[in-house]
């Protein structure tokens, strides 16, 4: 019970808190009312979400056709939007399993939130293929469901299909293993509740969780064994979503080192938008304690280490584009065909932002900063979002024969529908950090003896964590046994 | 009547808590029930709880997965309907079957990750509507209750516990 940690290591939960700080600092965003600054984000939010929502219904209701796609840039922006999104999700679900099952401590703080941007990000993911559908009533001819057309079943050997099943697995597992990890959280807030209203939407949210010995035990180990799930099926899931385009014949796309190239892709903006948002969230939520400076720099390190890994990939791809010698390869999204081309400034915005503007981080000054980390973070999620666009348009601009190279033009519709998603990421994101426990409470109280500044000093004086027994009508003996 | 009367003993730390489990424990006393706010490492030991099962059942309910898989899969594609889809072997599951990788490792994650959860929900006995069973609110803030059953020894039970730490003890009447 020691829970020895090396005083070198910096505190995870700063000031003297106790259990009950905790429980009071967690809890006062969901107690108090919101601020102005809150509404006015959300207000802004739901402006562009009520007009990408617009911009759906005209799609639906006019057809593909009111958006760029023209006879060989069949999509574009979409499954651009649909990556870009899924490899956001990616973070969360890093966060939450795989450090878990390196027994990061300093997961717990952020991990709540993390996986609350992947749920989020997911849905804005999943909008895309259903909209690209046209018909989106019939979407359910992705699942395999007996028929009347003959009963014709899906198709087992697309990656198109492997992505449904991947997708929704992921977006299943993720969404259970959150709230699972919310239970004891609600429960904290319904046992607090002082408004009667409150307390029955947080009694029903918190499916009676009671905190039993025994439900800690299945808890943890439940925990345990979805982080062992987690691990693989988040590997998979971007792993996947690059056979679509790997599994083609198209130079550019035809890239055995895709899935390793897009995992890393997908971590790297992962932990970008959990920086982008947790910069803002720690500030107004006042959280600054438990999101501490060492936290944005440990997710600085991960993005250094992830976006090394896609410059290499990058590297890779322009060098045997430019290896081969064939001349359909100098129209890959990675070669000098496209970096002089009409497209030039999609590439450079790929280079600028997604490998250049990171190596920032390799100063510890910057690293350490929030504000330089939150504008370095803006810069990935813009630059790797050009990186799906130039794997998808550039590519697809340049077929092999010249009667078939054509632009793409977006169409506002194009645009409204990637602003609406935004809008409608950033409103789910904004109602969470007013309702739930944005920090998963009874986690950080488990690590409080062990990383607490306040602990950790007391330990460093030879103090030790458990406190006297003080015995009523008795002299104490402190520290008995 | 007498079997009915527990007492709750409260702690506000959970070092002391085990300790109190364990001495209590050392006096061959039944522990009903101990409520905390977060899981304390080691005191289903100290309490005597069996070790949980449920990572056993994950993996079973993978095998299921794992199975439904290969059989979807040999149905759909193979038996029922088969397809040349780009020349892919369409007359054996197992010559077809690199095709199926990805669509078996994600029903076998689904099947352990769903059914798991679901065990542990109704093992645990937790689902939406179902009330609170934990005696105090502060148990999931910052304090810790072991409840003991009372049989005629409230006296001594009270004496063991106040030496052990509880900041609180309280005899109730069950139901």
């Known amino acids: ?481 | 009547m007498e079997s009915s009367k527990v007492i709750h003993a409260f702690y506000n730390d959970d070092e002391v808590l085990v300790d109190a489990v364990k001495a209590v424990k050392a006096e061959h006393l039944h522990i009903e029930e101990v409520f905390c706010p977060f899981p304390v490492h080691g005191l289903d030991k100290a309490m005597g709880l069996a070790p949980t099962r449920l990572a056993i059942t994950a993996f079973l309910y993978g095998v299921t997965g794992l199975s439904f898989a290969i059989w979807m899969t040999n149905y759909m594609m193979i038996q029922d309907w088969p397809q040349d889809i780009g020349g892919k072997p369409n007359f054996s599951w197992f010559t077809n079957m690199p095709a199926f990788v990805p669509i078996m490792f994600e029903l076998t994650v689904f099947f352990a990750a769903h059914l798991m959860v679901i065990t542990f929900y109704m093992r645990s006995r937790l689902w939406p509507f179902k009330g609170a069973e934990n005696p105090d609110p502060r148990t999931t803030d910052d304090h810790f209750l072991m409840e003991i059953p009372v049989h005629n020894n409230e006296a001594e039970i009270t004496a063991l516990l106040s030496k052990t730490g509880a900041v609180e003890i309280n005899v109730v009447d069950k139901h």
């Not at chain 1, 099952?101 to 992947?118: G, H, P, V």
């Not at chain 1, 004891?184 to 009667?196: E, G, L, N, T, Y």
């Open chain 1, 1 to 481: 019970m020691s829970h020895y940690e090396a005083p070198i290591r910096e505190p995870l939960v700063l000031g003297d808190k106790s259990y009950h700080d905790i429980t009071e600092d967690i809890a006062k965003p969901i107690e108090g009312t919101a601020n102005k600054n809150w509404h006015i984000a959300f207000y802004i939010s739901l402006a562009a979400m009520l007009w990408g929502f617009g911009c759906i219904f005209y799609t639906v209701g006019t057809g593909i056709g009111v958006w760029g796609l023209n006879k060989n840039i069949g999509w574009a922006w979409d499954i651009t939007n649909f990556v870009w999104w899924v490899g956001i999700g990616h973070a969360g679900t890093l966060i939450s399993a795989v450090l878990l099952l390196f027994r990061q401590k300093w997961r717990m703080a952020i991990n709540r939130s993390a996986e609350a941007m992947t749920i989020f990000a997911v849905f804005q993911a999943g909008l895309f293929p259903i909209i690209h559908m046209g018909r989106p009533w019939n979407g359910y001819w992705v699942l395999p469901l007996p028929n009347q057309f003959g009963s014709l079943w899906v198709n087992f050997n697309s990656p198109l299909l492997w992505d449904v099943f991947a997708i929704s697995t992921y977006l299943s597992v993720s969404l259970v293993f959150w709230w699972t990890g919310l239970l004891p959280d609600f429960a904290m807030i319904r046992d607090r509740a002082v408004k009667p209203f409150q307390k029955k939407i947080y009694a029903l949210l918190s499916f009676g969780w009671s905190g039993r010995a025994k439900d800690w035990q299945r808890f943890e180990e439940v925990s345990l064994v979805l982080a062992g799930l987690a691990t693989p099926l988040v590997l998979s899931v971007h792993t996947i979503v690059s056979m679509d385009f790997a599994t083609s014949i198209n130079p550019g796309w035809h890239s055995t080192i895709f899935p390793p190239y897009f995992v890393a892709g997908a971590i790297f903006s992962g932990f970008a938008m959990v920086q982008t948002l947790l910069g803002i969230m720690r500030k107004v939520t006042n959280l600054e304690d438990y999101i501490t400076r060492m936290h944005i720099e440990y997710m600085n390190i991960v993005i250094i280490l992830t976006g090394g890994i896609v410059a290499v990939a990058y590297a890779t791809e322009f060098f045997i584009a430019w290896y081969t010698g064939s001349p359909y390869e100098n129209y890959t999204y990675l070669s000098v065909g496209a970096a002089t081309g009409p497209y030039a400034w999609a590439f450079w915005s790929l280079i600028i932002f997604n490998i250049i503007t990171p190596q920032l981080l390799w100063f510890k000054k910057i690293r350490r900063s929030f504000i330089w980390t939150f504008i370095i973070s803006i810069a990935i999620n813009i630059g790797m979002w050009f990186e799906r666009f130039d794997i998808i348009a550039i590519v697809l601009s340049k077929g092999h024969l010249p009667s078939t190279w054509w632009r793409f033009e977006p169409t506002f519709v194009d645009v409204g529908i990637f602003v609406g998603t935004i809008g409608f990421f950033f409103v789910l994101f904004l109602l969470y950090a007013r309702t739930f426990p944005v920090i998963a409470q009874a986690e950080v109280k488990t690590i409080l003896k062990s990383s607490g500044e306040f602990y950790k000093k007391r330990r460093n004086q030879g103090i030790p964590t458990k406190p006297a027994i003080n015995v009523a009508g008795e002299s104490d003996k402190s520290n008995k046994e």
